[in-house]
């Protein structure tokens, strides 16, 4: 995986980061804050658009760090089209994501901020 560097904006809730497709393999970077304090990986849930099953995040994170999170290892049975979404309580900022095809060609982008109130 290539290095990447996530947006200073933390956030409530990401969305958008897509499942992978058969042949791909998708992969989230959790950054933790610009402050000193560890990332509480029980305050960080991923869940299906529209489901109310989640998978916490079990991978520390300390601050100023990061860390890759496969999403087939968090959803395994998430598939494109499906899109998760990211509860991470602005415990860290905003992620970048790379999906990566068997065929070695590569995509990073970054899930949406969802607007809270």
Partial sequence: ???MTPNSWPADIYAGLPAPDEG???????????IPIRFPQA???FNLMGDDGVAHCTKPIGAFATK??????????????????????????RPRYEVV?????????HPN???TI
């Fill in 1 to 3: 995986m290539h290095a």
């Fill in 43 to 45: 305050k960080s849930v």
């Fill in 24 to 34: 791909e393999e998708v992969c989230v970077v959790g950054a933790g804050t610009h």
């Fill in 113 to 115: 901020v969802e607007r």
């Fill in 101 to 109: 095809r068997k065929n070695g060609r590569r995509r990073i982008a």
């Fill in 68 to 93: 890759g999170l496969s999403v087939s290892q968090l959803l395994p049975a998430a598939r494109w089209p499906q899109q998760v979404e990211i509860r991470a309580g602005k415990h860290f900022v």
